[in-house]
């Protein structure tokens, strides 16, 4: 009976990673769409904020379909959120280091080349294969190392948009943008493994591993909102710009933010990594064929890159211990003739 239990959890979790870049790929594509098509562009930062509360709401939702009564979902909530200051301050870490990682990558990417951002930004895929090791005391095959840093070259490559020149100097200051990529690329690998450890530390909910998360993202998202767009935000309106598809792209990002922490609770981070690349992939040719966007050679080589990479990882381990045993007594054998 084991057998067919392991064969639904390897379904569940490749199911999981399909619609989870899927979604990621129909998110860019539908966010790449409202921001070409928008008369009157939307603030970004009120959309993250309004998808953190989609996110709490659907949350909800699910505890209470998990819980089954009313009863059952009070306590719940009684019991790990409400009774539990210890617990939602855990759970504000992610959002915080997040936080801090968004606005480092925007000094750097300030202080830094386009290109060179681009590149460097990437390495938070080792960086989060690295946190995996350290704090979860995982081990990776040499393969999978080298997966890793081949997916790292194959998002870039993706990425990659030539350099154009430009009359206007802007003054950058590359020591500042090396020093704030660097603590966004740790941000990145921490607060992704920490949430994971988080999740699977203990037998508590997912969904309200989630509420207890987004709540302090609601407050964090809140607060950027208005310290960056405060002023407009008062003028215009926080729902300035807003339509259908906006709508359409919040509740896109909700959900693939949903599937997200399901994918990290039943296999990691890295996996996540590897499904975020794929979902890049996917939206550039969905882009292609919707918008006329011209596939260049960088880009089918960081495609190629990407699915060798995906395909390597998912290669199974080599176990020689039974093969060193066997060595062990074969020389012993020989030792005693």
């Known amino acids: 009976m084991a057998a067919p239990r392991e064969n639904v959890g390897l379904l569940f979790k490749l199911y999981c990673l399909a619609v989870m870049t899927l979604v990621a790929a129909a998110y860019t594509v539908a966010l790449r769409y409202t921001r070409t098509t928008a008369e009157e562009l939307y603030f970004a930062t009120t959309a993250v904020c309004i998808t953190e509360v989609i996110k709490l709401l659907l949350s ?16 719940s909530l009684s019991e790990h959120v409400l009774g539990s200051p210890k617990e939602l301050m855990k759970l504000s870490v992610p959002s915080l280091v997040y936080a801090v990682q968004n606005n480092m990558a925007f000094l750097a990417l300030s202080n830094l080349d386009a290109a060179v951002y681009q590149v460097t930004y990437q390495l938070k895929i080792p960086c989060t294969a690295l946190c995996t090791v350290l704090m979860l005391n995982r081990t990776l095959s040499k393969l999978q190392w080298i997966s890793v840093f081949m997916l790292c070259g194959g998002v870039t490559l993706v990425q990659w948009k030539p350099v154009q020149a430009t009359k206007v100097v802007v003054e950058q200051n590359p020591l500042l943008g090396f020093g704030a990529i660097a603590i ?92 975020a690349a ?12 919707l918008f006329g966007l011209q596939i260049t050679l960088t880009f089918a080589l960081g495609a190629l890159l990407v699915c060798i990479s995906i395909y390597l990882y998912g290669l199974p381990r080599q176990d020689t211990t039974s093969i060193q045993q066997g060595e062990t007594a074969s020389k012993e054998r020989i030792i005693g003739v």
């Open 60 to 75: 909800v939702a699910l505890l209470a379909k998990e819980t089954g009564s009313f009863g059952r979902f009070k306590a």
């Open 184 to 275: 966004a690329v740790l941000c990145s690998g921490f607060a992704g493994v920490y949430f994971e450890k988080v999740l699977k530390s203990s037998d508590t909910s997912l969904w309200v591993r989630n509420i207890q998360m987004y709540l302090s993202g609601i407050v964090v998202t809140l607060a950027g909102a208005y310290l960056s767009d405060g002023a407009e935000i008062k003028h215009k309106g926080f729902f300035y710009g807003y339509t259908y598809y906006v709508w359409f792209v919040i509740f896109l990002a909700s959900v693939g933010g949903l599937y997200t922490s399901v994918v990290v609770k039943y296999t990691d981070n890295i996996m996540k990594g590897f499904s």
């Open 278 to 289: 794929a979902a890049i992939v996917l939206s550039t040719i969905a882009s292609v064929i």
